[in-house]
């Protein structure tokens, strides 16, 4: 199922791949008598995305003097990217070849829309059930969360700056900003999307097996890889996926701080039925 979904998703705009590959990994969650035969209770669940959404929104009030020290510091790394962008759009334009096109389109730039993230999200889910893995399980779906939520505020991100993408413009330019109105302008390049939720799905899945290196370089891995695709396609400038890296990697490491360390996701008895609960305790 989930491979005819993937071959079907290869032919659709990004923003339906998306939506596509969501509903294959909440299939895969519901799928009967294969890969679950724990009883879940995603009331629980879907109630934490209004929790951890507040969480995040909040969280900046409760930064002290190194919090926003580094985030000064983030701001003003952007901006030094920023006055680069076009000579960096430049290198890598210069040093496209057939090689790094095809590594691109059929490796980094699916980690970014979704393609290939949420299937393997629902694949560590499946995993985690099948070993009787918590662990695991909490993993995906708070990988899920992160996917969401990164590539959500990105997209609010990219209403209120509304800058111009580099294939927009001939010549393009990267001073181009005229957000936040109209809300009809074709101007979405900041921040960028796919570096967002590469970034976001990575920090939570480093974050979840902090002794185990390999899967942190793995995942940052593919984090970098998809974040380098969108300059070179030139789908964003350096700034746009700088600013996405770092959007994608705070909220990864927000969600992972309050549903893998804190106890808000645990697996649990439940009576009169057989199995076991997962279920989500707020704090």
């Known amino acids: 199922m989930m491979e005819r979904a993937a071959r079907v998703a290869s032919g659709c705009h990004p923003g339906d791949r998306k939506v596509l590959m969501l509903w294959v990994f909440i299939a895969a969650l519901l799928a009967p008598g294969r890969l679950i035969s724990q009883e879940i209770h995603f009331q629980g669940y879907l109630g934490s995305y209004v929790t951890d959404a507040s969480h995040i929104a909040a969280s900046p009030f409760t ?23 076009k000579e960096i759009l430049d290198f890598f334009e210069r040093n496209r070849t057939p090689d790094t096109e095809n590594i691109s389109r059929y490796f980094a730039e699916p980690f970014g829309s979704g393609l290939y993230t949420l299937p393997l999200l629902g694949i560590l889910y499946g995993a985690g059930t099948a070993r009787k893995e918590p662990r ?25 700056f509304q800058r111009q993408r580099p294939g927009q413009g001939d010549p393009a330019d990267p001073w181009i900003w005229i957000g936040p109105l109209p809300p009809s302008s074709p101007y979405d390049a900041f921040p960028s999307g796919h570096a967002a939720s590469a970034w976001g799905v990575a920090t939570v899945i480093s974050r979840a097996w902090p002794e185990k290196k390999w899967v942190t370089l793995a995942s940052c891995g593919v984090a970098i890889l998809t974040s380098l695709s969108r300059i070179h396609d030139q789908k964003h400038w350096a700034s746009d996926v700088f600013a996405g890296a770092v959007l994608g990697a705070y909220i990864g490491s927000h969600l992972a701080g309050l549903n893998l360390l804190s106890g808000h996701i645990t697996l649990s008895p439940w009576n009169g039925m057989n199995g076991l609960t997962l279920s989500f305790q707020m704090e």
């Open 63 to 85: 930064w002290d003097a190194g919090d926003w020290g580094m985030t000064a510091g983030l701001a003003g790394a952007a901006v030094v990217i920023m006055a680069f962008d």
């Open 136 to 160: 695991m399980k909490v993993a995906a779906l708070t990988g899920l969360k992160a996917f969401l939520f990164s590539g959500g505020v990105a997209w609010v991100g990219k209403q209120i």
